[in-house]
């Protein structure tokens, strides 16, 4: 075997080379006497391609243009001028279901802040944090710490070198206006004498060597909060602290980080802050503490779902750059917009529907994508989407999902609590898992019910009480296969017994 990467000696890099070489062109000579290689991707780059920039239909895409959303993003910059003006904007909330376009408008509204903040010269910053990713008090403020503490010493290296260069000039050149004493090319500066100007030299100095990142675990939080607040505070500006998924971080750590974050201001004396969250739950701020849900919601804007015709002119309008000319059929970008509607009218869902549809459609080599291309697509989305939860379910929720599983594989129809538990008894003891009563059993149905793996309806029996009747909501081979992946359900050898034992209860 040849190694032409190991080894530190040259001479035998060049040897290692050459019979590589040798080998090489002694294969590719064989079999192709033109030296070309076997064309394994010249099929692919030679049918025409459906797409013109794909980059387009994807997430992390910022649209410039957001269709229907001109009165959340009016109505937001109406709040936030506020800080164009050196005063505190309102807090605001943001809510709306997934999709809608919350993110999108609230990245736009505070890039085009920050610019003109920029051509005013007005300091105002936004900075955002996804909570989902960032959940608890002490990382949120940590990561805002260094975000401010890097503008700071951004902004003294900036102050440091004009003062430098200054002070170089000074020493060079001594013209004094004769009437104060004072070098004249102090005029325009802020400083009345040589010796203010290297006293702040010596105090940039200083505030640069004191400042320190803060590490992401290990400090107290009260230590990473007063970094965070020295930080902010290290200069005249507004902030907007831009808390997306706001719901995630309360759920996680509570409402801490939002109280001191709301009652920050009363404490500042040279900045501003205020809080913009966005959730896709409404009932949130239930859980808040009642200072910071008025302090939070101030403001408030919902973002409604889009209906059909909205969601066609999002997608026109990336279809447009998205695609070659000619490669959608006229009922595509309808029929995604339907089909995403009737999801909860999410945007995402419809650009992934079309995106996935101009897959399949190139994977087929078509050069237009038709309806069937749609339909594919939204099995395709939705079965991946069940494949995940399915995936990630707690162990308990899969036996019992196993369990509907088997007595569906087994014809039986109309299955009840009882039979369910039944059979998740007995393999929870195949497999030494605990227990859970009936009781909390039914509760896991009704959360496979919400999320819409399983139909659960309660009927009555008469005097017998009520009972649920279960049914799957998603394909049964592909469900199977992916419980069968947990390892703990995968080494159950043979399911049928278990099956046999509810005849026997
Ligand atoms: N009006 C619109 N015009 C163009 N694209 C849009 C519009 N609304 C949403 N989108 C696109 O849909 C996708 C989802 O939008 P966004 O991330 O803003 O939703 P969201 O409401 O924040 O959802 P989530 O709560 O799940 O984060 C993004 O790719 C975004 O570019």
Same mark, same amino acid.
């Given at each position: ?219 107290? &939080? ?106 959608? &059929? ?25 995106? &996935? ?25 939705? /079965? ?14 899969? /036996? ?82 992916? /419980? ?22």
């Amino acid at each position: 075997m040849v190694d032409n990467q190991s080894g530190s000696d040259n001479e035998e890099r060049t040897n290692s080379a050459q019979s590589f070489e040798v080998d090489l062109d002694e294969v590719v000579l064989e079999d192709e006497p033109d030296g070309d290689n076997q064309g394994l991707f010249d099929d692919l780059l030679d049918s025409e391609p459906i797409f013109e920039n794909k980059e387009v239909l994807r997430p992390s895409y910022t649209p410039h243009e957001l269709p229907h959303r001109k009165e959340q993003i009016n109505k937001m910059a109406t709040i936030l001028v506020a800080a164009l003006r050196g005063e505190t904007p309102s807090n605001i909330l943001i809510y709306g279901k997934t999709g809608t376009g919350k993110t999108a408008s609230a990245k736009f509204v505070s890039q085009e802040l920050e610019s003109t903040s920029q051509k005013y010269s007005v300091p105002c910053d936004v900075e955002y944090i996804n909570c989902e990713v960032t959940d608890t008090q002490y990382r949120v403020l940590a990561q805002l710490a260094n975000k401010f503490i890097d503008k700071n010493e951004e902004l003294i290296d900036k102050r440091l070198t004009e003062y430098e260069a200054l002070r170089e000039d000074l020493s060079n050149d001594v013209g004094v206006d004769e009437s104060s004493g004072t070098p004249s090319r102090l005029d325009d500066t802020e400083f009345d004498s040589v010796d203010e100007l290297d006293d702040r030299i010596e105090e940039l100095r200083q505030d640069r060597e004191e400042m320190e990142q803060v590490p992401m675990t290990g400090w107290p &939080t009260d230590r990473v909060y007063s970094v965070f607040f020295e930080a902010v505070d290290y200069r005249e500006r507004v902030v907007v602290i831009m808390l997306d998924e706001i719901d995630k971080l309360v759920e996680k750590s509570g409402d801490d980080t939002l109280y001191n974050l709301s009652r920050m201001n009363s404490e500042l004396s040279n900045s501003r802050v205020s809080i913009m969250g966005i959730s896709n739950d409404l009932k949130f701020t239930d859980f808040l503490d009642p200072r910071v849900k008025s302090s939070l919601g101030e403001e408030e804007i919902v973002f409604p779902p889009y209906d059909a015709n909205q969601l066609r002119d999002i997608l026109q309008h990336r279809a447009d750059v998205a695609f070659k000319p000619d490669a959608l &059929t006229d009922d595509v970008i309808p029929l995604c917009a339907a089909f995403a509607a009737q999801e909860h009218g999410d945007a995402r869902r419809a650009l992934d529907l079309l995106r &996935t549809a101009g897959e399949l459609a190139e994977r087929d080599q078509q050069d237009r994508i038709l309806e069937e291309h749609v339909r594919q697509a939204q099995d395709k989305i939705e /079965l991946d989407r069940v494949v995940e939860v399915v995936r990630t379910l707690p162990t308990q929720s899969k /036996l019992v999902l196993f369990s509907t599983i088997l007595l569906e594989k087994n014809g039986v129809h109309n299955i009840n609590t009882g039979e369910v538990y039944n059979i998740y008894k007995s393999l929870c003891e195949e497999i030494d898992a605990d227990v859970l009563t009936q009781r909390r059993v039914t509760d896991l149905i009704s959360e496979l019910d919400m999320l819409g793996i399983v139909n659960a309806v309660v009927v009555s029996k008469g005097r017998y009480g009520r009972t649920k009747e279960i049914s799957l909501s998603v394909p049964i081979e592909e469900t199977e296969a992916v /419980l069968m992946s947990d390892s703990r359900i995968g080494d159950i050898e043979d399911v049928q017994p278990f099956v046999q034992a509810r005849f026997d209860n």
